[in-house]
């Protein structure tokens, strides 16, 4: 049998040889030699697909890249304090968010591939017997492994989504990063705006400005302020104590000239009372014997 050339066969001829000598195989006892020729027909004759097993190399060569992009980010977030926090927490999510879906889609693509192989085997595992599984692990590894580690070697994608390389996610992610760093550094003073004058040049150029008005009052202090406003209130009290002393004195029928004389003191001590509101002594009397006329006539007015 290993001196047979299966490749110049079709999938059902081959089929059929591969029945008809492992039902030969089990008659003579001998499952062994057919293990052997099992994985010597696994190995000789499998080929796995090149479409299929290019996205594999590329997802996984994605995933690589996704990763060390992600162990930058952390370290860079991770020696700048002054970082922005939620630009990490949203850099980290994408990255994540993309890893698992590159997971899956190389989980998928894994699945055609355990699917491709066990259609080839079919020959073998209808008549009780499985694949060596180490061996078909081997023979996968070999397939993929040194072409994810052979970074020179370019792969397109032909079922997958095509993913950024290592240098645009670098570009992306720290481009931004550094741009918030340094504008959080500079702290901008905040700019004063100015409105503008609704006025145009021309009017304002030829109003004239208002001249500052002389204060007469600039040299005088706080006390010379306080004895003016004294004196002021106290010229208003005086007029006002005329004023009463009028009336008063027309009430009485005394003439109008002896009122206007009363008004006129000369004792100082009489200007000081009248400036408080208080009287002296005589004027006192003279306001008593004035009420008493008052009461006198009022009693001969009733007794009349």
Same mark, same amino acid.
């Given at each position: 049998?290993?001196?047979?050339?299966?490749?110049? /066969?079709?999938?059902?001829?081959?089929?059929?040889?591969?029945?008809?000598?492992?039902?030969?195989?089990?008659?003579?006892?001998?499952?062994?030699?057919?293990?052997?020729?099992?994985?010597?027909?696994?190995?000789?004759?499998?080929?796995?697909?090149?479409?299929?097993?290019?996205?594999?190399?590329?997802?996984?060569?994605?995933?690589?890249?996704?990763?060390?992009?992600?162990?930058? %980010?952390?370290? /860079?977030?991770?020696?700048?304090?002054?970082?922005?926090?939620?630009?990490?927490?949203?850099?980290?999510?994408?990255?994540?968010?993309?890893?698992?879906?590159?997971?899956?889609?190389?989980?998928?693509?894994? %699945?055609?591939?355990?699917?491709?192989?066990?259609?080839?085997?079919?020959? /073998?595992?209808?008549?009780?017997?499985?694949?060596?599984?180490?061996?078909?692990?081997?023979?996968?590894?070999?397939? %993929?492994?040194?072409?994810?580690?052979?970074?020179?070697?370019? /792969?397109?994608?032909?079922?997958?989504?095509?993913?950024?390389?290592?240098?645009?996610?670098?570009?992306?992610?720290?481009?931004?990063?550094?741009? &918030?760093?340094?504008?959080?550094?500079?702290?901008?003073?905040?700019?004063?705006?100015?409105?503008?004058?609704?006025? &145009?040049?021309?009017?304002?150029?030829?109003?004239?400005?208002?001249?500052?008005?002389?204060?007469?009052?600039?040299?005088?202090?706080?006390?010379?302020?306080?004895? %003016?406003?004294?004196?002021?209130?106290?010229?208003?009290?005086?007029?006002?104590?005329?004023?009463?002393?009028?009336?008063? &004195?027309?009430?009485?029928?005394?003439?109008?000239?002896?009122?206007?004389?009363?008004?006129?003191?000369?004792?100082?001590?009489?200007?000081?009372?009248?400036?408080?509101?208080?009287?002296?002594?005589?004027?006192?009397?003279?306001?008593?014997? &004035?009420?008493?006329?008052?009461?006198?006539?009022?009693?001969?007015?009733?007794?009349?």
């Amino acid at each position: 049998m290993e001196s047979i050339n299966f490749n110049d /066969f079709t999938i059902q001829e081959r089929h059929e040889i591969i029945k008809a000598f492992l039902i030969k195989m089990r008659t003579a006892n001998s499952m062994e030699s057919a293990q052997r020729f099992f994985e010597y027909y696994l190995k000789r004759f499998y080929k796995m697909p090149s479409k299929l097993i290019d996205d594999i190399i590329y997802c996984q060569r994605a995933m690589k890249t996704y990763l060390n992009v992600h162990q930058r %980010i952390t370290n /860079f977030y991770g020696n700048n304090a002054t970082a922005n926090e939620v630009n990490k927490e949203n850099h980290i999510l994408e990255i994540e968010d993309t890893l698992h879906e590159i997971n899956a889609e190389c989980q998928y693509l894994v %699945i055609c591939l355990e699917e491709n192989i066990a259609r080839f085997c079919l020959p /073998f595992t209808e008549q009780q017997m499985q694949p060596n599984i180490d061996l078909v692990r081997e023979m996968v590894s070999e397939a %993929i492994v040194p072409q994810v580690c052979a970074s020179f070697l370019l /792969f397109k994608p032909h079922f997958v989504a095509e993913r950024p390389t290592e240098s645009q996610l670098l570009r992306k992610y720290f481009i931004e990063a550094r741009t &918030s760093l340094n504008a959080k550094e500079e702290n901008p003073k905040p700019t004063r705006i100015v409105t503008p004058n609704k006025k &145009s040049t021309a009017a304002v150029a030829t109003t004239p400005l208002p001249r500052p008005r002389p204060n007469s009052n600039r040299t005088t202090t706080p006390l010379l302020e306080v004895a %003016i406003k004294n004196e002021a209130v106290n010229a208003s009290r005086l007029n006002l104590q005329a004023a009463l002393k009028r009336a008063r &004195s027309n009430q009485l029928g005394k003439p109008a000239a002896a009122a206007v004389a009363e008004t006129k003191v000369n004792n100082p001590q009489e200007v000081f009372l009248q400036s408080v509101g208080l009287c002296t002594h005589s004027t006192y009397k003279t306001m008593q014997l &004035s009420q008493a006329h008052r009461q006198k006539r009022k009693q001969k007015l009733v007794q009349k």
